[in-house]
């Protein structure tokens, strides 16, 4: 079992390395840690100021983020949700991104001075059903996968990314 565990207030990675690079900015929620062998869900933090992100793992929240890597990556919009959001105009946690725990990958960390992944993917539940890319083609297009994802200040990049 390949556990993170808690350093100067951050997870970190236990089987990492000391000099390996881990841009992650996890803070661990009510002393919680994530199993990086387990499937994590990142989503918009809606209650706190800045570009915060939710960390859960099954049903429960175990961190809060700035910045962290994903790998083998699922973009998921519940319509149930997204149809709550629209017809009572009040945003709530409905679109994830679904992979694994990564420290790097692809050539780039979660830093958001680093180089970003060529795929820039937005979610407006207002406007557009899915997650969707603008930035590569002249249109945007729906984005239901990717191998790897950056999410950080900046926003979410993507590499490799896919439709079903």
């Given amino acids: 079992m390949n556990e993170l565990i808690e350093v100067d207030g951050l997870l970190r990675d236990s089987k990492l ?3 390996h690079a881990d841009d992650n900015h996890i803070i661990p929620f009510k002393g919680r840690t994530i199993d990086a062998d387990k ?3 990142v989503y918009r933090n809606l ?4 570009k915060w992100y939710s960390i859960r793992q099954g049903s429960l929240v175990v961190g809060h983020t700035t910045a962290i890597c994903i790998r083998d990556v699922k973009f998921i919009v519940r ?9 009572v105009m009040q945003r709530n946690v409905h679109a994830y991104i679904e992979g694994n725990y990564a420290t790097s990958g692809m050539g780039v960390s979660a830093s958001p001075k680093g180089r970003p992944l060529p ?3 937005q979610y407006h539940p207002y406007n557009k059903l899915r997650f969707f890319c603008d930035n590569l083609t002249s ?3 729906e984005v239901k996968g990717a191998d790897f994802c950056v999410v950080n200040e900046t926003g979410v990049s993507a590499g ?3 439709e079903f």
């Fill in 17 to 19: 390395p000391k000099n």
């Fill in 47 to 50: 209650n706190r100021k800045g």
């Fill in 119 to 121: 795929a820039r993917i």
């Fill in 160 to 162: 490799h990314t896919y």
């Fill in 139 to 141: 249109n945007a297009f």
């Fill in 39 to 41: 499937v994590i869900a």
């Fill in 79 to 87: 319509d149930s949700g997204r149809q709550r959001a629209i017809s």
